[in-house]
């Protein structure tokens, strides 16, 4: 045999250290090691050697609170995600102090600092209906989406109140489409989503089938449904619709919507009738429109040259509901790209469209009938003028919303 060259004292304390923590870890994983080994490893491993105790299903409840502290957010991780799993299985232990263990483990990581921790726990508990009511309530009010959103959709656990309470005070958007999107969802939970008015909530709970929605809410819905193309497919499927509703529906959806209606079973001939009717007047809507972006740009060319692209041919556009003849209209007056035009009158901020408007060098009259016409905004989104007639924002607060969109 050759030779091996003599190891110097350090390199063999290395070797000897790596095979003990290889070897650990090899022991740490197995369920057969025995809890009194497998806490010694909780106690005395490395980092990876410990997480490999915080997944090892045979490791005892003395040995998962320990690792509920443990320095490393990863170890911490696995054991959420472990003790989540087992928890109908470790609460069946015949001993009260260990039961008492797995309770205080459990708590101590839904109060863990790290959210990823929280948010593996809240994920592998939240169709548990066993874990205590307490660390199901500190989940679904968490400031992290990511921890409460699996526990508002899913927990079996929070009731009516518990839900109309958090839908009330929550602060961010992830939160109400977590209980939109609730199996078996109560009318008055529904009610609650509803007044929130959140587009995207709204629309996950239209498209719900298990929500249950009074007749009078989704009144309420479809009188705002118009100028929100988000709610038209799911409230176009909803079961529940009447006559009255569906007619009214058929005033705004698409053509292709409004056939979807007219497939419904159980129509009287009065509503088959007026259903064929607005399709039809839908459809010369739709065509015409696909001929409007060429025509704009002619129209607005041809004024522009006979110098009456001013405040009467962009108001005539808005009354018309001619978003492509303003749109050109505006990007010629302002100097400024037409996508860029279209992106400030889709953005719903009156400020935006009415420095938009100043920049065009139109009047605060026609500034506020792009927010009412083009962009269909209503109540307190609605920017009026100063004493009725002047633009409400100084010229440096407009630069600065234009600025918002690129244009300098």
């Not at 095979?19 to 022991?27: F, K, P, T, V, Y």
């Not at 169709?127 to 309530?137: A, M, T, W």
């Not at 006559?243 to 292709?256: E, L, N, Q, W, Y």
């Not at 408007?357 to 506020?368: D, E, H, K, N, P």
Request: a neutral charge; one cysteine or more.
């Amino acid at each position: 045999m050759p030779a091996q060259e003599a190891l110097t004292p350090g390199e063999a304390l290395r070797l000897l250290e790596q095979r003990a923590q290889s070897a650990q870890h090899e022991l740490a994983a197995r369920t057969d090691a025995g809890p009194d080994l497998l806490h010694y490893l909780a106690q005395n491993g490395a980092a990876a050697t410990r997480r490999a105790v915080a997944a090892n299903p045979a490791a005892s409840p003395k040995s998962n609170r320990l690792l509920a502290d443990d320095d490393e957010d990863d170890v911490r991780v696995e054991l959420a995600r472990k003790i989540g799993r087992l928890f109908p299985g470790l609460l069946l232990s015949e001993k009260k102090q260990l039961r008492d263990l797995t309770i205080e483990t459990l708590e101590q990581l839904a109060r863990d600092e790290e959210p990823r921790v929280r948010a593996m726990l809240a994920e592998e508990i939240k169709h548990l209906d066993c874990v205590p009511k307490g660390v199901i309530e500190r989940l679904a009010h968490d400031a992290e989406e990511i921890v409460a959103t699996p526990i508002l959709e899913y927990s079996p656990l929070l009731s009516d109140p518990d839900l109309i309470e958090i839908v009330a005070a929550a602060h961010a958007n992830a939160m109400l489409a977590a209980v939109a999107r609730r199996k078996g969802l109560s009318a008055d939970v529904s009610d609650a989503v509803v007044a929130r008015r959140d587009t995207k909530a709204v629309a996950l709970l239209l498209a719900n089938v298990d929500a249950t929605i009074r007749l009078k809410t989704l009144d309420r819905i479809v009188s705002q449904a118009a100028e929100i193309a988000e709610w038209h497919g799911p409230l176009v499927l909803r079961a529940e619709l009447s006559p009255s509703v569906i007619r009214r529906i058929a005033s705004f959806v698409g053509s292709a919507l409004i056939e979807a209606l007219a497939g419904r079973g159980a129509l009287d001939d009065s509503t088959r009738t007026h259903l064929a009717r607005k399709l039809q007047e839908r459809r010369q809507r739709e065509a015409k429109a696909d001929r409007e972006p060429a025509n704009a740009a002619r129209e607005v060319e041809a004024a522009y040259r006979a110098g009456t692209l001013n405040d009467g041919f962009v108001a005539a556009a808005a009354e018309a509901s001619q978003k492509d003849t303003v749109a050109c209209a505006l990007s010629v007056l302002a100097k400024i790209d037409e996508n860029i035009v279209r992106r400030i009158l889709e953005s719903g901020s009156a400020k935006a469209v009415t420095a938009l408007a100043w920049r065009a060098g139109l009047s605060m009259r026609i500034a506020f009938k792009l927010q009412n016409a083009i962009m269909r905004l209503k109540g307190h989104d609605l920017l009026p003028a100063r004493g009725g007639i002047d633009f409400p924002l100084t010229d440096d607060e407009m630069r600065w919303h234009l600025g918002y969109f690129g244009v300098v």
